[in-house]
């Protein structure tokens, strides 16, 4: 359970790092920053998996709000693709398999989703957020997804987190608690931040 100070510094930094965020993906050279963080992050998959890359399912996500976007390296991946669905609050995510040309329907919070239900379990998750540190914490919206779902599928195997933002978006330290799920790296357009 959040403690009363560590919610009131997530909803600080919240407000501070959505106008970051969004100044960030105003900038005139947003697009180039974009392709070059999507560039690093396909080439650092590539280089994780090797020759099972084809084998791996890779969520991302449908970006919103700002958000940097994915959707290259969702494109040039090898192998499935899906993206998370918000099944309920306070629940796990699902994920549904995308396809570049597939029917997108608005789901919960007006992100898209694929019209057809195809349940797939990611290995490898491209993860949207508002801030990271550099010790591989995040802070996400507030509703807890990505954490319970992160939780719930390091329970079943090995998974991947991979945080993905701009270089803007780093902050000291992410206040955290016992639930915060840690990324495995964090993808800017200008580095690889890997945990040990």
């Known amino acids: 359970m959040l403690t009363e100070n560590v919610s009131d510094e997530k909803r ?10 969004a100044q960030a993906f105003g900038a005139p050279d947003a697009d180039q920053r974009m392709r070059a963080a999507n560039a690093r992050l396909s080439q ?9 890359l084809g084998a791996v399912v890779l969520s991302g996500y449908m970006p919103m709000r700002g958000e940097i976007d994915p959707l290259p ?3 040039a991946h090898p192998g499935p693709v899906c993206v998370p669905v918000i099944v309920a609050k306070a629940q796990p995510l699902e994920f549904h398999r995308w396809l570049p040309n597939g029917d997108m329907v608005e ?13 797939l379990t990611p290995q490898a998750l491209i993860v949207p957020m508002l801030a990271f540190d550099r010790a591989g914490y995040r802070l996400g919206y507030g509703g807890g997804f ?3 779902t992160l939780q719930r599928l390091r329970e079943n195997g090995p998974v991947l987190a991979i945080g993905f933002a ?3 978006q780093e ?17 800017t357009p200008s580095e690889v931040i890997a945990m040990p």
Request: proline share 3%.
């Open 166 to 168: 701009f270089c803007e």
């Open 73 to 75: 390296a969702m494109h």
């Open 12 to 21: 600080a930094l919240r407000a501070r790092m959505s106008v970051q965020r």
């Open 44 to 52: 650092w998959l590539a280089a994780r998996f090797a020759s099972k």
């Open 146 to 148: 990505y954490d319970r």
């Open 171 to 187: 902050a000291a330290l992410v206040p955290r608690d016992a639930t915060d799920q840690r990324l495995d790296a964090i993808i």
């Open 107 to 119: 789901g919960q919070f007006k992100a898209l989703i694929p019209a057809a239900r195809e349940v």
